[in-house]
């Protein structure tokens, strides 16, 4: 569960980052879920230390927003599938770009409002 007012959105909304998929296709691999104050770790093998979890849900970059989420999956759907057939992925909503101006109007240059943010945000999850 998100912690009350910390995860973005509309005041408490506490909304989250989330997947969809098809259960007869593709499924969680090893599920082991994290909870929202858990920080994720890619172990040996590699795997992760929380499935799905968080990445890095206390670092201050993620403030007032979604915190992404890493999940590793397997798939199932297919004839004769094996170990290389795991992958993982993250899920990451970034913030909205709000008090920007429009990149082709009269500020001069342009007010670019939150990608200080963004590029934060995208070294992380890296």
Excluded at 73 to 79: C, L, R, T
Excluded at 98 to 122: E, Q, T, W, Y
């Amino acid at each position: 569960m998100p912690v009350d007012d910390q995860d973005g959105g509309q005041p408490g909304g506490n909304i989250r980052v989330a997947y969809l998929y098809k259960p007869n296709l593709i499924r969680l691999y090893k599920p082991n879920p994290g909870g929202s104050l858990d920080a994720n770790e890619v172990l040996a093998g590699p795997t992760l230390k929380y499935n799905p979890g968080r990445i890095e849900p206390a670092n201050a970059a993620w403030t007032a927003s979604r915190k992404p989420l890493a999940a590793q999956w397997e798939v199932i759907g297919k004839a004769g599938a094996k170990k290389s057939d795991v992958f993982f992925t993250v899920n990451v909503h970034f913030g909205s770009k709000g008090g920007s101006s429009s990149l082709h109007g009269d500020a001069r240059p342009p007010v670019n409002g939150g990608v200080g943010k963004f590029i934060k945000l995208n070294q992380l999850i890296q």
